[in-house]
C-alpha cells in the first residue's frame, strides 16, 4: 500500500510539472477591445465578426472584445451598415480608411473604436436622386433632389416630393420654408431670396384656401424648383430642419425665413452633386 502510494505521488508530482513546463510555453493572449458607434461591422480576418445594429435614440454604440496570440499582427476590417458611413477610428486606429493593421505587442494592448454615421447625416448626406422621408408640420413627405445649377450667383434646385398616402393634405409652403442651404465656408441660405424658374416649388399644385397655392393632396408627387441667392460662396449642401408647426411661422409673420444656425442635429441633410 505505502509502495504503491508513493509511486502515485511521483506520477503526480511529475504531470503537474509537465503541466506547468506546458503552460509557460504556451503563447499569452492579448486582449482588444473594440467600440463600433452606430450601425457597422468590424472583421479581423479567421475570426468572427462582431456587429452593431444602433437604435437611435436608445442606444447608440456596442462593445465586444477580441483575443488575439500576443505578437500577431492583425487586420481590422470596417463594415458600414446599408447607407451608412465611416466617418473615423479612435483609439489604437486613426483616420477613416476601410481598414487598420495592428502589431499586438504588448499583454494589455487597449482599445479601438469605429465611429459610422447615418445616411443623411452631415457627413453622409443623402445621395443625388435618392428619397428620404420628412416632415413639414402636417405630415410626411418622400423627398429627392433631381438637380441642381448655378447661374448668376443663384444657385437652382430641382426637388420632388410625394406627400405620404396617410396624409390628407399639405402645401409646398412647409417644405420650402424647412429647406436651407449650406456653404462651405458654413454659412446657412433660406430659399426667399430670389426666384426660380418655372416651375416654382412653392407654387406647384393647386390653389386651395386657406394657404392658397401648393396645395398636395396624398399621395401626389409634386416637382419643382428652389433658388438659393449664394453669390460666390460656394454650395456645400441641402437640409431640411424638423417642423416646429404648420404653417412656418416665418409665413405667418409675413417676414424674412431666417436660417437656423447651426442646422438642428435632426435634421436630414441631402448632396447636390
Not at 112 to 127: C, E, K
Not at 141 to 154: A, C, F, H, L, P
Not at 191 to 203: E, I, K, R
Amino acid at each position: 500500500m505505502l509502495a504503491g502510494s508513493g509511486l502515485g505521488a511521483v506520477a503526480l508530482v511529475a504531470l503537474l510539472v509537465a503541466s506547468s513546463a506546458s503552460a509557460a510555453k504556451r503563447t499569452p493572449t492579448v486582449p482588444l477591445h473594440v467600440t463600433v458607434n452606430g450601425s457597422g461591422t468590424l472583421r479581423v480576418p479567421g475570426d468572427r465578426a462582431f456587429t452593431c445594429r444602433a437604435h437611435f435614440p436608445t442606444s447608440s454604440h456596442c462593445r465586444h472584445t477580441f483575443y488575439f496570440r500576443k505578437g500577431r499582427r492583425i487586420v481590422v476590417k470596417e463594415s458600414p451598415a446599408q447607407g451608412w458611413k465611416l466617418w473615423r477610428w479612435d483609439g489604437a486606429c486613426h483616420g477613416a480608411a476601410a481598414s487598420c493593421s495592428l502589431l499586438l505587442k504588448a499583454r494589455r494592448f487597449g482599445f479601438v473604436t469605429a465611429s459610422f454615421v447615418p445616411p443623411g447625416d452631415r457627413l453622409n448626406p443623402y445621395p443625388l436622386g435618392s428619397p428620404a422621408t420628412v416632415s413639414d408640420g402636417l405630415g410626411k413627405w418622400s423627398m429627392r433632389i433631381v438637380s441642381s445649377s448655378e447661374q448668376g450667383g443663384d444657385l437652382f434646385v430641382s426637388v420632388q416630393a410625394t406627400l405620404s398616402p396617410s396624409v390628407q393634405n399639405s402645401w409646398t409652403l412647409g417644405l420650402d420654408y424647412a429647406t436651407f442651404l449650406q456653404t462651405r465656408g458654413g454659412d446657412e441660405l433660406a430659399t426667399d431670396q430670389c426666384v426660380p424658374p418655372a416651375p416654382n416649388f412653392l407654387f406647384v399644385g393647386a390653389n386651395v384656401p386657406p394657404w392658397g397655392p401648393g396645395y398636395v393632396q396624398g399621395g401626389q408627387t409634386v416637382t419643382g424648383n428652389l433658388c438659393f441667392s449664394n453669390g460666390p460662396l460656394t454650395p456645400r449642401a441641402l437640409f431640411v430642419v424638423p417642423p416646429t408647426g404648420f404653417p412656418p411661422q416665418a409665413y405667418l409673420d409675413g417676414v424674412p425665413n431666417e436660417p437656423p444656425a447651426p442646422p438642428p442635429f435632426e435634421s436630414a441633410w441631402f448632396a447636390l452633386r
